[in-house]
């Protein structure tokens, strides 16, 4: 399920459905809630929510930063700024599509591993912070 913040803007609103539109060409359904309603589950969280995944990536960046990245078994995709948060999005849904349109399958699968705590025989792919339009790790 994707989850934004009780006080979402309409970007964060817009880049969950961008989300959900993208993943249901690929036959994948995933409903989306504030985060006023109880965790449960694997999650990927938009904008600055009330969980504390989002509150440890937030506490990492700069203004002018935005991130990508899986902690406590939550996507988290954070920026700061409308503009960096689609930035974010589109740097999030590029990395589960390929250049032809499918879904990289394998991808989620070892997205899956990682969210649910199963080793990965494929630890090289790895969602990481992009800072300042250049991909790199903190």
């Known amino acids: ?34 985060d006023s309603a109880k965790q449960n589950g694997n999650e990927i969280l938009i904008g600055k ?42 740097y999030f849904l590029d990395k589960l599509t390929e250049s032809d349109g499918k879904l990289q399958l394998l991808a989620l699968l070892r997205l899956y591993r990682q969210m649910s705590g199963k080793p990965s025989l494929l630890r090289q792919y790895k969602l990481r912070f992009v800072v300042n339009d250049k991909p790199g790790s903190r």
């Open 49 to 90: 929510t009330n969980r504390e995944a989002s509150e440890k990536i937030y506490s990492k960046m700069r203004i002018d930063d935005y991130a990508v990245s899986i902690v406590d078994k939550k996507i988290v995709i954070a920026a700061f700024t409308d503009e960096k948060l689609n930035e974010a999005v589109a």
């Open 1 to 34: 399920k994707i989850v934004y913040s009780a006080s979402a803007s309409s970007a964060e609103k817009a880049a969950a459905d961008r989300i959900v539109t993208a993943m249901s060409h690929f036959g994948v359904t995933l409903s989306v809630q504030k």
